[in-house]
C-alpha cells in the first residue's frame, strides 16, 4: 500500500531567536529519550521531526537559553 | 543523520550492560568500581543523561528501609502480603538490607533526599506497619548525578544504540548482544563474558486512553526490548500476568503520587469527596478497588487536596509540577486547575509489564541472576516485586558486583557467526520494502487489539480472539512493514517487541486459571484465588520455538507470614466488594 | 569503518580554545562541553568563564561547576556567587549547594562575612550539607545575623553539626521575630533530649504562627518528652487542625493515656485525617478507657480510619 502525508501538530516548539544550534549546541538533540528533535539544514536551529513526544521535559529544562518549550500533546491536553 | 548506511563493527568488553536508566548506569558503576581493570559497557537507546523512567528524576523514594523507620523483615513481610504471597523472599530480603547503604551512596553522589533541620532523613509514613516515604526535593538532577558518576569511573558508554538480540554461546553462557545504531542503521556487535539487562518496562503495551501513542504511563523509550531479547534467548519469565496498572491523572496519564500527597494529608476519593481504598500500597487490591470506584455511581475518582490549608496544597503543587512528570503544571494550567480549589480527576492506566509496581519480569534470583549463566536482569524488567526506582539502584549493584565476578571466572562463549547475518535481515527486512504499512500503524492496531482484549478484567474467548488477530498483525509486520529512515526503523524494531510482549501477555495470563493480585489478573470465568492449584509462580519462555508456560513453586520464606496476616490484603478487598 | 560506537571528549586544552571565541554563544557551548569531560583539568578553565563578559557565560559556568567538587570549584563558585548578575549568583548558589566534599568548606567561610546578604546566605546554605566543623563558629555568629534569610542558614550550619553548646543559641532564635526562623529553629532542637529544650518547645506551642506550633507539637512527640503531656493536651483546642493532628499523634508517641478522654472529641472531626490519626493515638497509647470511644467508629464512613480503629482495638485487646 503506498504512504501519504498526514499533518499532525507538534508540542515542542523552538524559539529560533534564542537557539544556539548554530553555534554548536546540541543539548535538546542529545537529551531526547525518544529522539524526535532535530537540527534543520536549512535554519540551523533545533525542530521537532517527529511527533513521538512524552512531555518529558529535559529538552527545556537543559535548554541552555530557554528556547525550548513542551506543549501538552493536543490529544490529551 | 537519519539516512541509512550499512555497516557492522564489533566489540568486546568484560560485562555489557543494556540500559542506561537507573538499574543499567548502577551496574556499570558497581562493575567498574569492583574491578577497575575490567571493561565495562553501557549501551543505550537515548542518551544516558536523561534516558529511562526517571530522565525527569523522581519526587521521592517510596520503598525506602531505614532503620529506626522500618525494618528489612517487616518490609519483606508487606511486599509478600501485597503480592498474594507469589514471592521469593530472598531477593526482596536482600534489597531491602541493602537499600539503606545505596540512598547513602546516593547522597554521596549529590542526589538529595530530605532532611529535617537537623540534618537526617525526613522519612514520611504511609504505610501502616513500616515508614517507607523519603521525599526528594532535588530529585530531577538524579540523572545528572549518575552520568557524572560514569564518567568518573570511565565506563564506556555508547548512546543511540538498541539492541534488539542477546547472543548466547555455543557452552549456554550469554555471550553478548547485537544492537543498531538509531541514527544511522549501522550494527554494533557487542561480545561480552557477561550481560546484565537493564531495559525497563514494557510500557507501550496497551493504548492509552488519550489515542496518542507516546502518551504512556511509561517512559515511552521503554517500548519491552528487555522483555522480547530474554525470551528470545530461552530466558524464563516470571508472572507476566500480573500487569502493571496504575491510577493515574486522566488525560495527562502521569501519576498524581498519592504517596506524596499522603503524608500531608492529600487522598485519593470518589465524586462525593469520600475515601473508598482500604488498601495503602498500590497493589493490584487497590487498584480493584480503584477500578470498582470508577465503575461505580460513585465514579469517578480524584485526588483530593483542596481541604488542606492553601500553603501546604500549593507546596504539593510545587514539587508534583518540578519532578518526575514536570509538564503536569502545564497539563492543569491548560485546564484552569488548582490544588488547592480543586480536584483532580483520575483514571487508570493501560496495561504493561513492570516488576516497579507489580511482579512481571524476567525471571531472577536474589544475585540478579536470569537462568540463562551469565545473564542478568535489574530493574523493572526483572522479576523481584514491587521495586521502584531503589530496588532498581540496589539490584542494579547487586547485578553489577556478581556479573563483574562471574566475568573474571570464565572466558567468551563463542556464538554461531550465521546468528548475526540472520538477526541484521531480519532487523532491516522493512528498509528493502518501497512501500507497505509503516511502524506507527502496525504498533496501533496491536495497542488498541491489547486495549480491547487483553485489558482487565480477563476473559477467555477475547482473550484467544486476540491471539488470532495478533498473528495476523505479526504476518503483515513480517511481511509488509516499511521503514524510510534509522528513526523508523528503530520504532519498527519496537514494534517486533511491542508484538511479542502482546503475546506473552495472553499467553500467561490463560495459562494462570484463577484469579489474583485483584485488577492485574481478574479472569472473569476463574473468579476466585486458587491456592490449591496456583499458589506458585507461572514462568513462561521459549521451547523449541514457541512459548511455553510452567509452574515453579515459591521458595520457602524466610519470613514466616501468619495466616491472618496473609490474608490481610484479600479480607479488605472481600469487604470492599460486599 | 567509521562507526564510533563511544561517547568521546576531545582534550580539555583543545576544548577549552572555544572559550577565546569572539562569540558568547560559541564560549557558552564551550562551557557545556567542558563540564561533559568530567575531568578535573576543566575545573579551572570554567572558573575563568566565571569572568567572562557575557553574563549569559558566567551564568552557563556557574551551571557547569554544580558537576564538580571540591576546594578548586568551590574557590571558583565564590566568584560566581558575588556577580553583579542575580541569575549568576543565584545558580552558583546552587552549584555550592551539591558540594560534597568537606574541603569545599575553606574557600566559602570567609564569604559568610559577606556585605551582601544574599552571599551571606548563599554561602551558609552550601556549607551546611558540608557538615565542617570549622564553619560552627560563623554559623553561631550569623545566627544573630540582621537578613532572616541568613538566620534560617545559619541555623542548618549550626544543627547539622548537633554541637550542645549551642543549643542556648538555638533556643534563643526560637523567639526570632521572623516565623520562618522560629519555625526552623524549633525544628533544629530536634537533635537534643535537654529539659531546656523542652521549655522552649512548649512555649513555642504558643507561637502566634501555626506553623510553628505543629512543628514544635511534632517535635515534642518525637523526642519523647513526657512534661510535654498536658501543654500538648490544651492544643487538641488549636484554632488549626492541622496542630491538633500533630497534637494527637504526639500524645500517641508519648502513649499518654491520661489524654485519652481529651483526645477522643478528635474522633468525631469532620476531617477524615484527624480522625484517623486519633484512632491511630488511641491504638499507641492501648488504654482501654479508649474502647468505648473507638467502637463506635467501627463503621466510619472513611475506610483510612476504620482501618485505624481496627488497628487499635487489636492493640487494646492484646
Known amino acids: 500500500m503506498p504512504l501519504a502525508n498526514t499533518a499532525t501538530s507538534v508540542p515542542v516548539v523552538v524559539d529560533e531567536g534564542k537557539c544556539i544550534a548554530d553555534k554548536g549546541c546540541t543539548v535538546c538533540v542529545d537529551v531526547c529519550p525518544l529522539d524526535v528533535l532535530r537540527i534543520s539544514d536549512l535554519t540551523g536551529k533545533a525542530y521537532m521531526k517527529y511527533d513521538e513526544c512524552w512531555y518529558c521535559m529535559p529538552c527545556e529544562a537543559d535548554c541552555p537559553t530557554g528556547a525550548v518549550t513542551v506543549n501538552i500533546p493536543y490529544l490529551l491536553k | 543523520m537519519d539516512d541509512i548506511r550499512s555497516g557492522l563493527s564489533e566489540v568486546e568488553c568484560d560485562v555489557l550492560v543494556i540500559g542506561g536508566g537507573t538499574a543499567g548506569p548502577m551496574a556499570a558503576y558497581k562493575a567498574r568500581k569492583k574491578n577497575p581493570e575490567a571493561t565495562v559497557i553501557l549501551l543505550e537507546k537515548a542518551n544516558v543523561k536523561r534516558s529511562g523512567a526517571i530522565s525527569m528524576g523522581m519526587d521521592g523514594l517510596n520503598n525506602a528501609v531505614i532503620p529506626g523507620h522500618s525494618t528489612p523483615e517487616q518490609y519483606t513481610k508487606e511486599i509478600t502480603i501485597a503480592n498474594d504471597g507469589i514471592c521469593d523472599q530472598a531477593a526482596v530480603y536482600k534489597y531491602a538490607q541493602n537499600c539503606y547503604s545505596i540512598i547513602q551512596e546516593l547522597d554521596q553522589f549529590g542526589i538529595r533526599f530530605q532532611k529535617d533541620e537537623t540534618g537526617e532523613y525526613d522519612v514520611k509514613k504511609v504505610h501502616h506497619m513500616g515508614t517507607y516515604v523519603l521525599p526528594m526535593p532535588n530529585g530531577d538532577t538524579v540523572k545528572k548525578a549518575l552520568y557524572r558518576q560514569l564518567r568518573r569511573m570511565r565506563v564506556l558508554i555508547s548512546n543511540r544504540f538498541m539492541a534488539t538480540r542477546l547472543l548466547t554461546g555455543k557452552r549456554g553462557r550469554a555471550a553478548g548482544a547485537i544492537a543498531v545504531n538509531t541514527r544511522s542503521g549501522e550494527f554494533l556487535v557487542i561480545r561480552a563474558k557477561a550481560v546484565i539487562m537493564c531495559m525497563g518496562a514494557a510500557g507501550r503495551l496497551g493504548l492509552p486512553t488519550s489515542g496518542y501513542l507516546f502518551g504512556t504511563y511509561e517512559n515511552a523509550a521503554n517500548s519491552g526490548e528487555g522483555y522480547a531479547m530474554a525470551y528470545h534467548a530461552g530466558a524464563k519469565l516470571a508472572n507476566l500476568e500480573c500487569f502493571q496498572i496504575n491510577p493515574l491523572i486522566k488525560d495527562y496519564n502521569g501519576p498524581a503520587c498519592a504517596y506524596v500527597a499522603g503524608p500531608f494529608g492529600g487522598y485519593t476519593a470518589n465524586s462525593r469527596n469520600e475515601r473508598f481504598i482500604e488498601c495503602d500500597y498500590w497493589s493490584g487490591q487497590m487498584m480493584q478497588e480503584f477500578y470498582n470506584e470508577l465503575m461505580s455511581g460513585k465514579g469517578p475518582v480524584f485526588l483530593k487536596l483542596n481541604h488542606l490549608h492553601e500553603d501546604t496544597a500549593n507546596h504539593i503543587e510545587q514539587i508534583l509540577h518540578t519532578v518526575e512528570r514536570p509538564t503536569r503544571g502545564r497539563f492543569h494550567d491548560g485546564r484552569g486547575t488548582k490544588y488547592a480549589r480543586d480536584m483532580i480527576e483520575m483514571h487508570i492506566s493501560e496495561i504493561g509489564f513492570c516488576s516497579g509496581h507489580s511482579a512481571s519480569g524476567v525471571y531472577v534470583d536474589e544475585f540478579a541472576r536470569t537462568t540463562i549463566p551469565g545473564l542478568y536482569a535489574a530493574g523493572d524488567m526483572a522479576s523481584v516485586p514491587h521495586n521502584y526506582m531503589l530496588g532498581a539502584f540496589t539490584n542494579g549493584a547487586v547485578a553489577g558486583e556478581d556479573a563483574i565476578d562471574f566475568a573474571a571466572e570464565v572466558d567468551f562463549d563463542d556464538y554461531d557467526g550465521e546468528a548475526i547475518a540472520v538477526e541484521r535481515e531480519r532487523v532491516l527486512a522493512p528498509t528493502r520494502r518501497e512501500d507497505g504499512i509503516p511502524p506507527n500503524q502496525i504498533e496501533y492496531k496491536i495497542r488498541r487489539l491489547v486495549n480491547d482484549y487483553l485489558q482487565p478484567p480477563k476473559v477467555t474467548k477475547k482473550y484467544e480472539i486476540c491471539q488470532a488477530r495478533l498473528a495476523e498483525v505479526r504476518e503483515d509486520m513480517e511481511n509488509a512493514m516499511v521503514a524510510r529512515d534509522a528513526h523508523e526503523l528503530m520504532r519498527a524494531a519496537e514494534v517486533a517487541s511491542i508484538l511479542d510482549c502482546a503475546d506473552m501477555a495472553a499467553f500467561a495470563s490463560l495459562f494462570r486459571q484463577e484469579s489474583r493480585w485483584g485488577l492485574y489478573h481478574w479472569r472473569v470465568d476463574h473468579p476466585e484465588r486458587d491456592d490449591e492449584a496456583w499458589n506458585c509462580h507461572v514462568l513462561l519462555s521459549k521451547m523449541d520455538g514457541a512459548m511455553s508456560c510452567e509452574k515453579r513453586a515459591v521458595q520457602p520464606y524466610i519470613i514466616p507470614i501468619a495466616d491472618d496476616e496473609k490474608d490481610a490484603y484479600y479480607n479488605q478487598r472481600v469487604r470492599a466488594q460486599a | ?318
Open chain 3, 1 to 318: 569503518m567509521t562507526l564510533q560506537p563511544f561517547e568521546n571528549f576531545s582534550d580539555v586544552e583543545d576544548l577549552a580554545v572555544g572559550l577565546t571565541d569572539d562569540d558568547p554563544a560559541v564560549r557558552r557551548v564551550t562551557v557545556m562541553e567542558l563540564a561533559d569531560t568530567a575531568a578535573p583539568e576543566a575545573i579551572a578553565h570554567i572558573g575563568n568563564a566565571l569572568k567572562d563578559g557575557s553574563a549569559e557565560v558566567r551564568l552557563q559556568a556557574a551551571i557547569a561547576l554544580g558537576e564538580f567538587d571540591g576546594a578548586e570549584t568551590a574557590a571558583a563558585l565564590t566568584i560566581g556567587l558575588q556577580d553583579s548578575d542575580l541569575r549568576v549568583a543565584q545558580a552558583a548558589a546552587d552549584s555550592l549547594a551539591e558540594m560534597k566534599d568537606p574541603q569545599a568548606a575553606v574557600p566559602i567561610l570567609p564569604l559568610t562575612q559577606h556585605e551582601s546578604a544574599l552571599v551571606r546566605a548563599g554561602a551558609l546554605r552550601g556549607l551546611k550539607e558540608l557538615r565542617n566543623p570549622d564553619a560552627l563558629a560563623s554559623g553561631l555568629k550569623a545566627l544573630s545575623d540582621p537578613e532572616p534569610e541568613v538566620r534560617v542558614q545559619a541555623i542548618g550550619v549550626v544543627a547539622y553539626l548537633k554541637p550542645d553548646e549551642a543549643l542556648p543559641a538555638l533556643i534563643g532564635r526560637c523567639r526570632d521575630t521572623s516565623p520562618e526562623v522560629r519555625r526552623t529553629a524549633v525544628g533544629a532542637l530536634a537533635f537534643s533530649a535537654s529539659p531546656h529544650v523542652a521549655d522552649a518547645l512548649i512555649g513555642a506551642l504558643r507561637d502566634e504562627d501555626w506553623a510553628v506550633r505543629e512543628t514544635a507539637a511534632e517535635v515534642l512527640g518525637r523526642s519523647g518528652f513526657r512534661q510535654a503531656v498536658d501543654p500538648l493536651m490544651v492544643k487538641l483546642d488549636d484554632a488549626f487542625w492541622q496542630v491538633r493532628l500533630k497534637a494527637v499523634r504526639s500524645l500517641g508517641q508519648l502513649k499518654a493515656a491520661k489524654a485519652v478522654h481529651a483526645i477522643a472529641p478528635a474522633l468525631n472531626h469532620q476531617i477524615g485525617n484527624l480522625r484517623k490519626e486519633a484512632a491511630a493515638a488511641l491504638g499507641e497509647i492501648a488504654d482501654g478507657a479508649a474502647l468505648v470511644y473507638l467502637e463506635k467508629l467501627v463503621d466510619d464512613a472513611d475506610p483510612d480510619v476504620r482501618k485505624n480503629v481496627r488497628w487499635a482495638l487489636s492493640r487494646i485487646a492484646g
